[in-house]
Nanobody, 117 residues
Framework: QVQLAESGGGLVQAGGSLRLSCVVSGIAFSPHDMGWYRQAPGKQRELVARISSRSYTTYKDSVEGRFTISRDNAENTVYLQMNSLKPEDTAVYYC???????????WGQGTQVTVSS
């Protein structure tokens, strides 16, 4: 059974930084494309960054240049470095696979990011 454990969220002022981590257990991690998603109150979950199994990265336009996704296959971990945070980045952040044509794994609890103005 795949388990996802996100951490690293918190309360930060606008302009600040946070680094999120997601440890994936129960499966071989390296063949999978991975994504960081977020869900703000009253809104649908959205993909903000993805990294392929070969470490190609893509980003949602609103976070391009501020967020950086990376992965450590030896540690079964995917990271999201978030800089220049804005209040509109406030959300619960989740990781999951983003393999084309595949359903996501069971979602973890996520990690809350709150950016104050």
């Amino acid at each position: 059974q795949v388990q996802l454990a996100e951490s690293g969220g918190g309360l930060v002022q606008a302009g600040g930084s946070l680094r999120l981590s997601c440890v994936v257990s129960g499966i071989a991690f390296s063949p999978h494309d991975m994504g960081w998603y977020r869900q703000a109150p009253g809104k649908q979950r959205e993909l903000v960054a993805r990294i392929s199994s070969r470490s190609y990265t893509t980003y949602k336009d609103s976070v391009e240049g501020r967020f950086t996704i990376s992965r450590d296959n030896a540690e079964n971990t995917v990271y999201l470095q978030m800089n220049s945070l804005k209040p509109e980045d406030t959300a619960v952040y989740y990781c999951n696979r983003d393999d084309p044509g595949s359903f996501p794994w069971t979602w973890g609890q996520g990690t809350q990011v709150t950016v104050s103005s």
